[in-house]
């Protein structure tokens, strides 16, 4: 089974958690400090797993379609937390930055236990700034593309 039809097949609560965690993965460690800041009561909870930082394979596909194949190693961090209640959140961020997987982690909790409140106040806003800087840097990317033509030359009989 490929990655794909296993996403497709996920309920609409595992789609929209890979969501979350993608936003808070992606989302800036200021940003999530800020908000953390922001918080009228800090969440109460117990490392299950502390911040650590390791290797992930990178997997490719040739052609976007094709067979798959290893393109090589990245770092990566990853946490996970638990409340008392037992909910668990994680956090897995590219690269070495420790409190920003702690605090993807923290906030995958929060977002579990309060969608609502959270949701707004902190997932929309980064992902639609992550979907600006998309746009901009594609804008940026089609800035720079060139379009080459072949001229014909007349046959020579």
Not at 49 to 56: D, M, S, T, W, Y
Not at 74 to 98: D, I
């Amino acid at each position: 089974m490929s990655i794909d039809s296993a996403l497709r097949q996920c309920s609409p609560d595992a789609q929209q958690r890979q969501r979350v965690i993608s936003v808070l993965a992606r989302a800036s460690t200021q940003a999530l400090e800020q908000y953390y800041s922001s918080l009228p009561q800090l969440p109460e909870f117990r490392f299950i797993r502390k911040p650590e930082c390791g290797l992930a394979l990178v997997r490719g596909r040739i052609g976007g379609t094709g067979d798959a194949f290893n393109v090589g190693e990245m770092t990566m961090t990853r946490c996970a937390v638990e409340n008392e209640a037992g909910v668990r959140g994680f956090g897995y961020v590219a690269g070495r930055n420790r409190r920003h997987a702690e605090l993807a982690a923290i906030f995958d909790l929060l977002l579990q236990l309060d969608a609502s409140t959270h949701e707004s106040a902190l997932i929309t806003p980064l992902e639609q700034a992550w979907l600006a800087e998309r746009e901009q840097t594609s804008r940026k990317a089609a800035a720079t593309k060139v379009n080459f033509m072949t001229m014909v030359r007349g046959e020579s009989e």
